[in-house]
């Protein structure tokens, strides 16, 4: 089946419409948004990608933890879908476009398509999945784990907020628990558009990352227990100081990222002091160590390393000391055909593009076990993400949509 023309592109407008209109929906405090996973927001922000979704002449599924699947029915009837999405959540002080432009990329996908009237051998199918970014209950990409057989259901509905609400409680709260077999649904292939969540494509001037790969994580939740006591009257020779042994192992992360460099990152990435009083040496810390490679032998030695040297950190302040992996995904290697497809769709467009590999953990991670997998990223301003201030323009929205358009019609088949 040959490609589409270089003709076909998205509508800007109609694009960039609907991400301001989805930011209107938990709105942050510096123009972003905080629109966290099952919480209300969460719902009404899910209860407008369905009014879309339905208007675009697409039938809504939902399974049991929550995923949102919108269907534009293809030609065959055997044939596999063809799924585009990402996700709708945010972070606490998210920015407007970090998982929500590949869904409604997928959405104007099937827009234009409906416009020009068309029709593909396969189905496409254009998903919201539940808890990404793994803030509010951990670990991050927790829905898309479950439908890919590497989560266990059960266990990932019993995971608390900070709270201590249930992940299942909440999703029932909200309305949005499905009635559809997590997993159960077959895939032809997968895309999914992101945004960069880097520097490298803005600073090189590029349009598009074709991504190839994405790196592995391991997320290591440290609790360090030592001595309540008073700043003032307790002598420093006398002080079981939870909060110098975070401040240490700090040091230690960071000193072992460094030493693996290149390709390797690592950090402290959420942090809680108790009883977190200005005048109470800490005497309990919890804090999550953020390790990443592409290199599986880097990745798990640097979790080895971590493991071996921070309790040492801990006994000479006199601290017990837990580590407990809360989240980790291997290294992962897109598929060539879906990533060939990428690349090809982002040359006949006529876009400047270069290979990238993912820093940043994505549900596409974790389909890409059982589906054909590949992403797409476009720029960001500065880079930055996971941060109010996030930014792109909607000349890199488009661009990455054309892409994301092309590459799915060349892989559902066009027929007629």
């Not at 960069?196 to 190839?212: C, F, H, K, R, S």
């Not at 160590?289 to 032998?297: G, M």
Request: net charge negative; charged share 20%.
């Amino acid at each position: 089946m040959p490609a589409p023309g270089e003709n076909l592109r998205i509508d800007p407008a109609r694009l960039w419409d609907s991400l301001m209109e989805m930011a209107k929906i938990g709105p942050g405090i510096a123009g972003g948004n905080n629109r966290q996973t099952l919480t209300d927001d969460d719902a009404r922000g899910r209860a407008l990608f369905r009014k879309w979704c339905e208007a675009a002449g697409m039938s809504m599924g939902v399974d049991t933890m929550g995923n949102m699947f919108a269907t534009r029915a293809g030609e065959d009837p055997d044939a596999l879908p063809v799924y585009m999405g990402s996700h709708l959540d945010t972070q606490p002080t998210g920015g407007k476009y970090d998982g929500v432009l590949g869904v409604l990329a997928g959405l104007e996908v099937v827009r234009t398509m409906n416009d020009l009237g068309v029709k593909t051998r396969h189905p496409i199918v254009v998903t919201n999945w539940t808890n990404e970014e793994g803030t509010r209950y951990a670990p991050a990409m927790l829905a898309s784990g479950v439908f890919a057989g590497v989560l266990e259901e059960d266990w990932a509905k019993d995971r608390v907020d900070a709270e201590g609400l249930r992940f299942g409680d909440e999703l029932k709260r909200i309305g949005w628990e499905g009635d559809e077999q997590v997993g159960a649904r077959k895939m032809h292939a997968m895309f999914e558009l992101h945004i960069e969540q880097g520097p490298i494509l803005e600073a090189e001037g590029l349009d598009i990352g074709v991504v190839t790969h994405g790196q592995g994580l391991w997320w290591l939740e440290v609790t360090l227990t030592g001595k309540d006591a008073h700043t003032g009257s307790t002598p420093m020779n006398m002080r079981v100081n939870a909060g110098l042994g975070m401040a240490r192992i700090t040091e230690l992360v960071h000193r072992i990222a460094m030493e693996n460099q290149p390709a390797a990152v690592g950090a402290i990435g959420q942090c809680n002091l108790y009883p977190n009083s200005r005048n109470v040496i800490p005497g309990k810390c919890v804090f999550t160590v953020d390790i990443r490679s592409p290199d599986q032998a880097k990745l798990d030695g640097m979790r080895a390393r971590l493991e071996a040297e921070a309790p040492g950190i801990a006994a000479e302040l006199g601290l017990g000391i837990e580590i407990e992996p809360v989240g980790h995904f291997d290294p992962v290697t897109f598929d060539p055909t879906c990533v060939s497809a990428v690349r090809s769709a982002a040359e006949r467009l006529g876009y400047s593009h270069t290979d990238l590999i993912s820093g940043a953990g994505h549900d596409a991670c974790w389909i890409n076990k059982v589906a054909p997998t590949a992403m797409i990223m476009c720029p960001c301003v500065d880079g930055l993400s996971h941060n109010e201030a996030e930014e792109i323009s909607p000349e890199w929205a488009a661009a990455g949509t054309d892409v994301l358009l092309h590459a799915v019609l060349e892989t559902a088949e066009v027929v007629g």
